[in-house]
Nanobody, 128 residues
Framework: QVQLVESGGGLVQAGGSLRLSCATS????????MAWFRQAPGKDREFVAV????????YYADSVKGRFTISRDNAKNTVYLQMNSLKPEDTAVYYC?????????????????????WGQGTQVTVSS
């Protein structure tokens, strides 16, 4: 059984920064493709960023490109999302997701169904 636990959310002013963490347990973390999604009230859950387990390639949604950075520490079984220059429209619940031994490319990484494991989410609120 794989467990994902997010942390690091909170309230921040526009222009500020937050770093989200997602700690995993249960299986070999280094072989997981790890992603972040978010869901704002009344909207569908949307892709934010992904890091492929093999090679470390990353992809980002256009809305966060240049502001957010996904990274991972395999020794700590943790993936991070550094969020800079936050905007009110970034307000959402942020979810960590994992796909075991999965390699995707570009938009192929955006599909929620490829991720078998999900965290419970952490709230990020950006005030104007």
């Amino acid at each position: 059984q794989v467990q994902l636990v997010e942390s690091g959310g909170g309230l921040v002013q526009a222009g500020g920064s937050l770093r989200l963490s997602c700690a995993t347990s249960g299986r070999t973390f280094s072989r997981f493709t790890m992603a972040w999604f978010r869901q704002a009230p009344g909207k569908d859950r949307e892709f934010v960023a992904v890091m492929i387990w093999s090679g470390g390639t990353t992809y980002y949604a256009d809305s966060v490109k240049g502001r957010f950075t996904i990274s991972r520490d395999n020794a700590k079984n943790t993936v991070y999302l550094q969020m800079n220059s936050l905007k009110p429209e970034d307000t959402a619940v942020y979810y960590c997701a994992a796909a075991a031994s999965y390699i995707c490319s570009g938009y192929g990484c955006y599909e929620r169904l490829i991720y078998s494991y999900w965290g419970q989410g952490t709230q990020v609120t950006v005030s104007s």
